[in-house]
């Protein structure tokens, strides 16, 4: 052990391993992370002298601060994210494969001495609430004090988590380094078999918050199968009714769908004489395990939101404009003059000049060489916040036995073929549903505009190990369940035949909620069709809302000709898992295609 090694801990598993990357990394100092208020104020005035973060207005914008990253280094890097497992089919057609060996091979040889310079941060953090059965240890190891400020924000950091960890002495072992934040040297590395992260030439928050989507989703998704529980991309919200009886739903959407607008909506005009209240439980991640009582009970294990700032506006999120007013980190946004922040879509009038995201100088109606506006802040442009900010975070929050799940919702953007809600038959046509999810592609992403997407259950990137297998861990809960959740899928984008959207979204979301929930409690019947069932047109409370006439009905609307068609893409899709994707997906498929032929 070095000189400067003092641990504050007796944890020999945990000495042992901060050693060993200690001499891997060489690093001038190690600050072991407590999570007290003096040592975050600490590290925020180090990272303002050095530049990584830029002091805001602290009378407009109290405790907030803006971090710019590398030009190349603005958003998740999935062609360089590998899952390293000993068997390349375990990893599965949904990831990119690197066998163990070489992938430490290939990383030491970037980390070694990477540190030199440098102080190495170790952090003791709890996903989910401390000492809960819900929650999973990690020590993450970096050398960015923009890491360490963003892991008090978004998990539960320091002393508790390190104590906790005394008493159970299992944990994932979380190692980054921005090193020279050379994308031709970056690796995001999960060896789900060891409990092991490796990230390396990153500074990007989804690349380097080694608890966010690395530990919490790919890595928790592996141990969840194991320990037989689910690790899901999902928001986690409740709906109160005026009686004080909460129901919680959990949702699962791909991007650019308004998960965390749904997370945290307000009820719109036409129901408030009804009393609904919002509770947010989480926006991005839930964690779900069978009670002793056979039902889903959910906790989120973060402790704050990782959110994209364009688009975010009192409009779309109301409640995330109040969150983000202290105590955030932004990361890529416009600074304007008064030391305040601005991003495309963001409230008020856009400002006539400000530094942009790349530290440039920015004047209104810029635009570059080929004519096209240039951009105050990246599209990909993000905020860091504690969940307590948010008026309408749930007090069960840091509940250690979590929320229980009435109703599990999937959805994607469908401009034409999906119906504006639909419920699954039981849990394994349910499961059919979230494994055929799918979004078409927007202007916003990579690829052609239209293109359906494959995602299942939105965790295509996520999903830590062979989805086959994800696919059957899904239908063997259902089993062990004596009372699973409904299953539901919502589609908020369908289009008329002007291409207008045929439904306004947003608050009114909470019409086809509050129909969701009359359906987990048996109070409504339903229309029978070939793809699940769907409410009758009387049976959506539309008080207060004016839809063109005809509107219900085309959101309702489902031609068999069209999910013919889908299901070709569908069947491409499950061949790529061959012997691995369960028999009971291709027998709903089969039955599936024969409700819809008959139909036709």
Known sequence: MSEKTKHPTNNKKLIDWVNKMERICKPDDIVWIDGSEAQKKQLEKEALSTGELIQLNQEKLPGCFLHRTALDDVARTEHLTYICTKKKRDAGPNNNWMAPA???????????????????????????????????????????????????????????????????????????????????????????????????????GGNALLGKKCLSLRIASFLARKERWLAEHMLI?????????????????????????????????????????????GDDIAWMRVDSDGTLWAVNPEAGYFGVAPGTNSHANPNMVETIKKNTIYTNVLLKKDGTVWWEGADGEVPEEGIDWQGRPWKKGMVDVSGKPVLAAHPNSRFTTPISNCPTTSFRVEQHHGVPISAIVFGGRRQYLAPLVFEAFNWQHGVFVGATMASERTAAQMGQVGEVRRDPMAMLPFCGYNMGYYFKHWLDMGKRMTKPPKIFHVNWFRLDE???????????????????????????????????????????????LKLPDGALDKLLEIKSKDWLEELKGVGTFFKEFKRDLPKELWTEYIKLSNRLKVNE
């Not at 070489?102 to 540190?115: E, H, L, S, V």
């Not at 607008?261 to 919002?278: F, S, T, W």
């Not at 608050?507 to 409690?521: A, S």
Request: hydrophobic share 40%; charged share 25%.
């Open 102 to 204: 070489t992938a430490y091979r290939k990383a030491k040889a970037i980390f070694d001495g990477a540190m030199r310079g440098r102080t190495m941060y170790v952090i003791p953090f709890s996903m989910g609430p401390v000492g809960s059965q819900f929650s999973k240890i990690g020590v993450e190891i970096t050398d960015s004090r923009y890491v360490v400020l963003n892991m008090l924000i978004m998990t539960r950091a320091g002393v508790a988590a390190l104590r906790q960890l005394e008493k159970q002495d299992h944990f994932t072992k979380c190692l980054h380094s921005k090193a020279e934040l050379d994308i031709n040297k970056r690796l995001i590395l999960h060896f789900p078999e060891e409990n092991t992260i490796w990230s390396v030439s990153s500074g990007y």
């Open 237 to 281: 919200m409740g709906i109160e009714e005026p009686n004080g009886h909460i129901e919680y739903i959990t949702a699962a959407f791909p991007s650019a769908c308004g998960k965390t607008n749904l997370a945290m909506l307000l009820p719109p005009e036409g129901l408030k004489v009804k009393g609904y209240r919002i509770w947010t439980v």
């Open 498 to 544: 002007t291409g207008k959207f045929l439904w306004p979204g947003f608050k009114e979301n909470l019409r086809v909620l509050e129909w969701i929930l009359e359906r987990c409690n048996n109070k409504i019947d339903v229309v029978r069709t070939p793809i699940g069932f769907i409410p009758r047109p009387t049976d959506i409370d539309l008080t207060g």
